[in-house]
């Protein structure tokens, strides 16, 4: 049963320290997107990826955040230093992007990020 | 800018009791209109694709329709396991692969 897996799946932390959050699409996805999840902001996309190259990251606070793929089985979202306003539940997906045509995403079960 | 509405923010519901959940859409160049359900603690999981004005699309209880401006997500005789937040998100011309969500209609079915 292919799915999208996420590490860690809670984290707690201090203002200040750095987090990294683990991805693992699903073989044969050439599109992986990250998305932050709050209760004021639904839905937010972080930055995307197609082919492992960086497409997207204009929802990404530049400062403090920053996204990778080292390689097609791992994609990474760090935060450094990290904030309280971080707190959220941070998704990641991926999905088989041909041409126009988006194609079904599949998501994670998400990272619950609380920063104190 | 794009905008996806969705309404209302939560509906409650009796086992048996039909209804339509709404998701409105000002964009530039619609590619896609998505609806995905998300249960707590989980991830959104995919349910439809529509594309253009006129398109249906069916899954068991779940009928999604979509207009110039909206779609709607009809529920025929819903059960408690529908029970869910259902998101709607758009893709449009000039974003890529780029979704915008909806901030979601919290569904609860009661027995």
């Known amino acids: 049963d292919a799915r999208v897996t996420q590490t860690p799946r809670h984290k707690v932390t201090e203002m200040g320290q750095e987090v990294t959050m683990r991805c693992q699409p699903i073989l044969g996805h050439n599109t992986v997107f990250w998305y932050r999840q709050t209760m004021m902001q639904g839905l937010e996309l972080l930055a995307y990826?197609?082919?492992?190259?960086?497409?997207?990251d204009s929802g990404m606070p530049k400062d403090r955040f920053s996204a990778e793929m080292p390689d097609a089985t791992l994609a990474t979202l760090k935060i450094q230093p990290s904030e309280p306003r971080d707190s959220a539940v941070y998704f990641c997906?991926?999905?088989?992007?041909?041409?126009?045509?988006?194609?079904?995403?599949?998501f994670g079960e998400g990272s619950r990020l609380t920063v104190l | 800018e794009d905008q996806v509405t969705q309404s209302p923010e939560a509906l409650r519901l009796q086992e048996g009791e039909s209804s339509s959940l709404n998701c409105s859409y000002t964009?530039?160049?619609?590619?896609?209109l998505f609806w995905y359900r998300q249960d707590p603690g989980k991830g959104p999981e995919f349910l439809f694709t529509?594309?253009?004005a006129g398109e249906e699309k069916e899954k068991e209880r779940l009928k999604a329709t979509l207009t110039k401006k909206e779609s709607f997500l009809h529920i025929t005789a819903p059960k408690p396991e529908d029970s869910a937040t259902y998101l709607c998100?758009?893709?449009?011309?000039?974003?890529?692969?780029?979704?915008?969500f909806g901030e979601g209609t919290q569904l609860t079915v009661n027995p």
């Open positions: 529509l594309y253009s």
């Open positions: 990826f197609r082919n492992r190259a960086p497409l997207d």
């Open positions: 964009v530039s160049g619609l590619r896609g």
């Open positions: 997906a991926s999905g088989l992007v041909l041409g126009q045509s988006t194609g079904e995403l599949f």
């Open positions: 998100a758009v893709r449009v011309e000039t974003s890529g692969s780029r979704l915008t």
